[in-house]
């Protein structure tokens, strides 16, 4: 049978042949674009021709094109669509994926042939983003441990590999024990709750196989509960569950793993002769060094805190005040903030969800790219991976752009959180090539879907990754969309997020899902009144899984770290009843790959400038001004890496911000 990931792709715009794809298909594709990489690396290498810009670094790009083609799909339905064969190739692609990556950066005569180019680079007229290329792939090989010799390097390929494994069983436990738990409901156990709690409860009961309602550990459910639910007990029961993920002492646990990949994080710093992982990750940062993310995060961390132990007091009371004994525990906040927030902003998520249905807020999100950047939308129709993702074809002045699939609705077979993934990249080099681009999030899945305004905020957030990737405009894939530092790659995310606060849109997307009726202009305001409210609370549980993140790699690797996040959070004076938003048995972002290890600051590093970059469009005194937004594509959106994130973003700015429109963006300057 002929397989489909190796012949040419014929659906319209060139999307993978969903419908014909079967799981046994994926490895003997991998194996053929492997084997397809080595050949042309291999040419590349010794070739007997004097390196070339073009024979060199250019053939490098174009050498994977199979393994890229298979890649993409792969890694995007191994994240979203999960299944036992895929998680099975997923372990088994990590060590050999991780060799083959070594294998090319530790070939002497192709680094031989890099490092002549970089040598004679000013003699060898190239534009800028050859010479930016040049200089990221001489970069990468170096911080590979392509100068390496003997021991050292057959060494550091070993911890590499291991890494790989390590990380993949990471992610793969976190999924089985999201996946294992749930917590049946009686009928008498919905009191209280509103409708759709116990709708999403009833749906995810029927998908467990379940004759009533449960409670899950995806966020879309469990959130919500521990918000509404007046039942202490179930509470702590689901809290307890939910934040003890990856920490149950069965064949799922991952304290070992953290510790073991941290081990050999440091060692491999050791090898390349970085002081410690946080140094060798910080590098080619925006931060550069440890020192500059501590800097930030306590700037932000002593004002939040106090913010935090202030709001705690006023929650303590009420708890109190409702006959409970003690003090607050983490899981009475949501509850008793969300009483708070009804009782002083008159908002009530059960009122406001009707108004932000999944249809009305992809209108909004399409509407302001449209106004910002001239984007079209046009839905299309699949097949696609899934029966839930939704596909639109995007063109600007007639002229197609991209093709983007959105993936919104919560299941089993998908890993918890939001992200934005390419199945194919942006370039030009070999030929145009279009993205492809997915936005996967975890909403409840409902008739409609209805949104809680945080959900709205991950939609856009998840969109502005979307557009980097969308309006790319270079030449090379090396430094397409997102391949950028990482404390900058959340800037265009967190900056779409503005957008959803400004009046207008609100006012126009907004609307009853049955009624059609906008959101009420008191409710509208009440809503954006309390943009700020609980952000003590939101900022204390990140800032204090990045400080624990920056602790486990900035020296010695803790044998033991669960006791050095205790540590930390007890320097830190953690208030008692927030937890870590991430503990370190569930912390994904750090331990399932390298991509936020040392990094998980960088979301706060990035919302400094997402402040400043919207404060840009604000002096104006219209959200939508073209010349700031043709100033935000130009220089930002469609660069990619093809500069120095700080050169980009002073060149849209005209400088790099403080600290203090971060605060203020949180409500905190008056806790400073």
């Known amino acids: 049978m002929t397989n489909p990931l190796l012949t040419p792709w014929t659906a319209p715009f060139g999307l993978p042949p969903f419908a014909d794809l079967r799981d046994e298909d994926f490895a003997p594709a991998f194996d053929q674009g492997l084997a397809e990489a080595r050949a042309a690396i291999s040419a590349i290498a010794d070739s007997a021709e004097a390196p070339t810009y073009a024979n060199t670094i250019a053939a490098l790009e174009l050498a994977e094109g199979t393994l890229d083609r298979v890649g993409g799909v792969f890694y995007n339905l191994a994240g979203a669509d999960s299944t036992d064969a895929r998680e099975a190739l997923m372990r088994d692609l990590a060590p050999k994926m991780s060799a083959f990556s070594s294998e090319i950066t530790n070939n002497k005569a192709l680094f031989a042939r890099i490092d002549d180019l970089w040598q004679r680079r000013d003699a060898l007229g190239l534009d800028a983003e050859q010479m930016r290329v040049l200089t990221l792939y001489r970069r990468m090989f170096v911080r590979s441990g392509a100068e390496l010799t003997g021991d050292a390097a057959e060494r550091l390929t070993a911890v590499k590999a291991r890494l790989a494994v390590l990380g993949t069983q990471f992610s793969q436990n976190l999924l089985a ?208 991976y899934h029966p839930d993702v939704r596909g639109w074809e995007v063109t600007r002045n007639g002229t197609h752009v991209a093709v983007f699939l959105g993936d919104y609705f919560a299941r089993s077979s998908k890993r918890s959180g939001a992200w934005c993934s390419a199945m194919r990249s942006q370039r030009k080099l070999g030929g145009e090539q279009r993205p492809i681009v997915v936005n996967v999030c975890n909403f409840a899945k409902g008739d409609p879907a209805l949104l809680s305004y945080d959900d709205a905020r991950t939609l856009f957030h998840e969109f502005g990754h979307a557009l980097h990737q969308m309006l790319s405009d270079v030449t090379h894939g090396f430094i397409s969309g997102t391949s950028v530092a990482r404390d900058f790659v959340e800037l265009p995310s967190q900056l779409y997020e503005h957008w959803l606060e400004v009046p207008q849109v609100l006012e126009q997307h907004a609307r009853h899902w049955q009624t059609g009726e906008a959101m009420p202009a008191d409710m509208l305001k009440r809503l954006l009144d309390a943009g700020t409210y609980d952000q003590g609370f939101a900022t204390v549980e990140f800032v204090a899984s990045a400080m624990v993140d920056l602790a486990f790699h900035e020296g010695a690797a803790p044998a033991d770290p669960m006791a050095m996040q205790a540590e930390v959070l007890d320097s830190l004076g953690m208030p008692n009843a927030i937890r870590m938003r991430h503990a370190t048995p569930h912390f994904a972002h750090v331990f399932s790959g390298d991509g936020y290890s040392s990094g998980y600051y960088s979301y706060m590093w990035s919302e400094v400038m997402d402040a400043d970059a919207f404060a840009a469009f604000e002096e104006t005194g219209d959200p939508f001004d073209p010349a700031t937004a043709a100033r935000l594509e130009k220089h930002i959106l469609s660069a990619g890496g093809s500069e120095e994130a700080e050169i980009l973003y002073t060149r849209f700015r005209g400088k790099m911000p403080g600290v203090e429109a971060l605060l203020k963006g949180r409500g905190l300057l008056d806790a400073a």
């Not at 024990?177 to 709690?197: S, T």
């Not at 003890?244 to 440091?266: K, Q, T």
């Not at 008793?336 to 249809?359: C, F, I, M, Q, V």
Request: net charge negative; glycine share 6%; charged share 30%.
């Open 177 to 384: 024990d999201e996946r294992d738990w749930f917590m049946q409901l009686a009928e008498e156990d919905l009191i209280g709750l509103p409708a759709f709690v116990v709708d999403t409860a009833r749906a995810a009961g029927v998908e467990r196989g379940q004759n009533g309602p449960v409670v899950t550990l995806n966020r879309s459910l469990i959130v919500p509960f521990l918000q509404f639910s007046p039942r202490r007990d179930l509470r702590e029961v689901a809290y307890g569950a939910w934040v003890a993920r990856g920490a149950n002492g069965n064949a799922h646990d991952n304290r070992a793993i953290a510790a073991e990949i941290l081990a050999l994080r440091e060692e491999r710093a050791k090898l390349l002769g970085y002081a410690s992982f946080a140094d060798f990750k910080l590098e080619p940062e925006m931060a550069k060094t440890p020192a500059a993310v501590q800097d930030l995060l306590m700037r932000v961390w002593e004002p939040a805190r106090a913010k935090a132990l202030s709001d705690a007091a006023v929650l303590e009371a009420m708890l109190h005040a409702d006959g409970q004994t003690g003090p607050l525990e983490p899981w009475d906040w949501r509850y008793y903030s969300e009483k708070r927030r009804k009782a002083e902003h008159d908002l009530d998520e059960a009122a406001l969800k009707p108004y932000l249905s999944l249809n009305a807020m992809l209108g909004a999100m399409f509407d302001c790219a449209t106004r910002l950047f001239g984007l079209e939308f046009r839905e299309i129709d699949g097949p696609f």
